[in-house]
């Protein structure tokens, strides 16, 4: 049983810098894409950041020159590193591990709370 395990989650105020990691417990292969969404309270869940397998990271215009995706050395870990946190990127973000297996499958972590306030 593949899980996703996250963390690095919390409380800062705006302009700090807050680091998401998230490790698959489990064996995983055929991963064609890993990235991190958010979701805050009444919105539709996004995308923030993502980086295809042997890919460059794609990131969503409002956190661009903000934050940053990579892989690990470990083979099935990936993180996020915010940087100039706003209030408008308080959100529950979540992992996501995208494989191919007889079709796209998408992994979940279980979400991790993060608050930008003064």
């Known amino acids: 049983q593949v899980q996703l395990v996250e963390s690095g989650g919390g409380s800062v105020q705006p302009g700090g810098s807050r680091r998401l990691s998230c490790a698959a417990s489990g064996s995983i292969s055929s991963i064609i894409a890993m990235g991190w969404y958010r979701q805050a309270p009444g919105k539709q869940r996004e995308l923030v950041a993502g980086i295809l397998s042997g890919g460059s990271p794609n990131y969503a215009d409002s956190v661009k020159g903000r934050f940053t995706v990579s892989r690990g050395n470990a083979k099935n870990t990936v993180y996020l590193q915010m940087n100039s946190l706003k209030p408008e990127d308080t959100a529950v973000y979540y992992c996501?591990?995208?494989?191919?297996?007889?079709?796209?499958?998408?992994?979940w972590g279980q979400g991790t709370q993060v608050t930008v306030s003064s």
């Open positions: 996501n591990f995208k494989v191919w297996v007889a079709g796209a499958f998408d992994y």
